[in-house]
């Protein structure tokens, strides 16, 4: 029987959110979400049919003609509304997170938060969609911009940041007058969807915001529809690659954030007790599912010595549930997805790494059934191995050195992914020379996660994105809107008389 068939029955079902209407997916084919830390099944997720699909982009569709003419000001009261609902509500929410995507509560809590701060930055919409004007470019002639919406837009998310990513997408795409229609991750869809019900609540129209629960299928129909102008995409670089084409050759505007592989490089001059505990917090925080995670260190000269402090750093760390207080490092998506990091693990071990702490199969008391790997270090990695090769995204830190500062910024250079990078260091010539020289698109230094606020936007590069422009930020304003430019000369018969000068020219 195929594993989308065999769910349970007697569980709540994920509704499909289609214009205004949280309904029942009329869909054979469900999935179990599933509380990583204890196996349990939490809920079934269906995936959609294509007349679910179809009817999803036809309310945004219908719902484009009112609300692309919404003033201004009614928008941004919409999220300024939202925004104190997420904050009264973020308790509730981020034990959702926690039951369905196992990260810790006050990683849950981070999660909500970080979508927040994009929630507000949508408040202030009439700021960023400004457009620009120019008086007189010609006689009597004046020129300006219009930042239009675009219509339909769609966003695919990843498990991972299951409250943080669809906030980084449908409220400033419909803050800047688009309808939406969002796909979640089927591994955790749950706090997205209580996330949308707040926003109806805070008093987003109906058909503006619609939701469809899905795989493949899903997201393939939304690469084609000939109704949906933008998509945004966050989750694996093999999923976006094909997103990216799929969605481009179909005529629409594609921006797809995925996979990497960040490098923290560690100069000894640094200040080690911060660096250590930075390094420790970005590797195995969140099990190290997060795009940004430092999941490759470069030791530089003689910080290779710190290689014991870092491992017992790494030891120290409690694995347990989420939920449960003390908790450092929780468990995994998925019981594939443990199974994959156990494999790669074993696949370092082959390839000749050194395992300076092996987190496979930690003991749990009384979650004997939940999706555990401990913290894990390897020392002795090389460009090669798959364990440097690949995105474990779970617990593993990979280590490797370097003899200068230029050899490890040659390194970095030489890895495909752009995602993020932090150089640990107390000299400002070093670090100015790394921001310099690095061939990524988001550098921390001495900060090891270096993920930008929305007043800025994330960019990461290379393998790492597909698309010009990231979400959130002025970027994004930019993605869902077309600007329009116009370019007008009125003329003044009234005080011209006769004399009106039909020779204005714009040169
Ligand atoms: P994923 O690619 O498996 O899934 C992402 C989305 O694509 C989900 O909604 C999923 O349902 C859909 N999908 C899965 N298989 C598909 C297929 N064959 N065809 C079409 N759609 C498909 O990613 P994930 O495992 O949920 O998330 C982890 C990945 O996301 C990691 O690689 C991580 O680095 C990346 N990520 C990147 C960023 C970033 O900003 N760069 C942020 C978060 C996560």
């Known amino acids: 029987m195929n594993e ?229 995409f966050v989750g694996s670089t093999r999923v976006g690659t094909h997103v990216y084409r799929r969605a481009s050759t179909a005529g629409k505007r594609v921006q797809c954030m995925m996979g990497a592989k960040n490098h923290a490089v560690v100069l000894p001059d640094a200040s080690k007790a911060q660096t250590l505990d930075a390094l420790a917090g970005a590797a195995f925080g969140a099990a190290g599912q997060r795009c940004m995670a430092a999941s490759t260190a470069v030791l530089v000269g003689e910080a290779r010595a710190w290689i014991p402090e870092l491992v017992e750093k790494a030891r120290a760390l409690k694995v347990g549930a989420g939920g449960e207080p003390g908790t450092d490092v929780g468990p995994v998506i998925s019981c594939a997805a443990r199974e994959r990091i156990e494999g790669l693990i074993a696949s370092g071990v082959e390839q000749g790494a050194r395992l300076e702490l092996d987190g496979r199969h930690p003991a749990v008391p009384g979650y004997e059934s939940g999706h555990f790997v401990g913290p894990t270090v390897f020392s002795g990695v090389k460009p090669g191995m798959r364990i440097y090769d690949e995105e474990i995204f779970g617990p593993v830190l990979v280590i490797l050195e370097a003899d200068t500062l230029d050899a490890a910024i040659a390194l970095v250079n030489a890895n495909p992914n752009g995602n993020g990078t932090a150089v640990f260091t107390q000299s400002g010539a070093a670090a100015r020379r790394f921001q310099e020289e690095i061939d990524v698109g988001q550098v921390g230094i001495n900060v090891p996660i270096p993920v930008p606020v929305p007043l800025f936007s994330f960019t990461g590069s290379r393998a790492s994105k597909l698309g010009d422009l990231g979400p959130y930020g002025k970027q994004v304003v930019t993605f869902y809107t077309q600007t329009k430019t116009v370019t007008a000369r009125w003329f003044d018969e009234a005080s011209a008389g006769h004399g009106v000068n039909t020779t204005i020219s714009l040169r």
């Not at 499909?16 to 204890?38: N, Q, Y």
Request: glycine residues 8%; aromatic residues 6%; negative net charge.
């Open 4 to 232: 989308l068939h065999r769910v349970a029955t007697d569980v709540a079902t994920v509704k499909l959110l289609i214009d205004g209407e949280f309904v029942e997916s009329a869909t054979s084919e469900w999935r179990e979400v599933v509380d990583p830390a204890t196996g349990a099944v939490l809920a079934r997720v269906p995936f959609a049919t294509a007349g679910e699909v179809e009817a999803a982009v036809a309310a945004a569709q219908r719902a484009f003609a009112t609300w692309r003419r919404t003033p201004i000001g009614a928008r941004a009261r919409i999220f300024l509304k939202y925004q104190q609902l997420i904050r009264a509500h973020m308790g509730e929410l981020a034990a959702i997170l926690t039951a369905e995507q196992g990260k810790t509560l006050a990683d849950a809590e981070g999660d909500v938060f970080r979508g927040l701060e994009v929630v507000e930055h949508a408040a202030a919409i009439g700021n960023l969609q400004l457009g620009e004007y120019a008086h007189n470019v010609a006689g009597g002639v004046d020129t300006y911009t219009l930042l239009q919406p675009l219509g339909v837009c769609a966003g695919i998310t990843p498990f991972n940041f299951p409250a943080m990513i669809p906030l980084w997408m449908f409220p400033m795409a419909i803050a800047t007058g688009n309808t939406f229609v969002l796909k979640p991750s089927e591994q955790d869809p749950m706090v997205t969807m209580r996330l949308v019900e707040l926003a109806l609540e805070a008093g987003i129209p109906k058909g503006v915001l619609n939701v469809v629960h899905g795989g493949a299928d899903v997201v393939n129909a939304i690469c084609d529809h000939p109704d949906i102008r933008a998509v945004s």
